[in-house]
């Protein structure tokens, strides 16, 4: 299986500053065929399902404000948000779908400090 | 709009058995790969199952094989799990989720989930 690690575990930001999120794959999520990061990124409020993010580690998904921008290759990947509002507020999951079992992270929790 | 009704969680005893449904609207539900991630409480997001459009491949997180079956009914644009021999470790909510990208995917949207609660 692939195993996600993410650090940090939980991440205190002010208001309109960085934050970054990392994610590390136990094994290359990097498909040679294609060239493409089969990486995720999800965001989840209380009581609320995941919301999609990123896909293939870079793509942002419509409507997903140019705040969130993933990067990264092969094991080693980053959500980073560059200036947060209160609304951002939540945990980050990042998953894989390179195979099956797909896995996920552990989540990141985004406080503001 | 693509949406995704779960519906079919409760309260049952260990051992029982429970049969989860997922409605969905707004897309050709044939043409996606649909899922199960699970969440137990307080806890982290766990792929559970898959399954392809045609239904004709599904795959098992090594968690719940042999206990838990995958199926859907392309005519009623509905998915299901049915679980069993269900334990407390099951405990968590269940959200149904679409594929975009052939049988290996991420998943958008998620349904709003249905809580499957084991204890006796």
């Known amino acids: 299986d692939i195993v996600m690690t993410q650090s940090p575990d939980s991440l205190a930001v002010s208001l309109g500053e960085r934050a970054t999120i990392n994610c590390k794959s136990s094994?290359?999520?990097?498909?040679?065929?294609?060239?493409?990061?089969?990486l995720a990124w999800y965001q989840q409020k209380p009581g609320q399902p995941p919301k999609l993010l990123i896909y293939?580690?870079?793509t942002r998904e419509s409507g997903v404000p140019d705040r969130f921008s993933g990067s990264g290759s092969g094991t080693d990947f980053t959500l980073t948000i560059s200036s947060l509002q209160a609304e951002d507020v939540a945990v980050y999951y990042c998953?894989?779908?390179?195979?099956?079992?797909?896995?996920f992270g552990p989540g990141t929790q985004v406080h503001i400090k | 709009e693509v949406q995704l009704l779960d519906s079919g969680g409760g309260l049952v005893q260990p051992g029982e058995s429970l049969r989860l449904s997922c409605a969905a609207s707004g897309f050709t539900f044939s043409s996606y790969a649909m899922n199960w991630v699970r969440q137990a409480p307080g806890k982290g997001l766990e792929w559970v199952s898959g399954i392809s459009g045609s239904g004709g491949i599904t795959y098992y997180a090594d968690s719940v094989k042999g206990r838990f079956t995958i199926s859907r009914d392309n005519s009623k644009n509905t998915l299901y799990l049915q679980l069993g021999s269900l334990t407390a470790e099951d405990t968590a909510v269940y959200y149904c989720a679409k594929g975009d990208y052939g049988d290996y995917s991420w998943f958008d949207p998620w349904g709003q989930g249905t809580l499957v609660t084991v204890s006796s």
């Open positions: 998953q894989q779908y390179y195979t099956t079992p797909l896995t």
């Open positions: 293939w580690a870079s």
């Open positions: 094994q290359s999520v990097l498909y040679s065929s294609n060239n493409k990061n089969y």
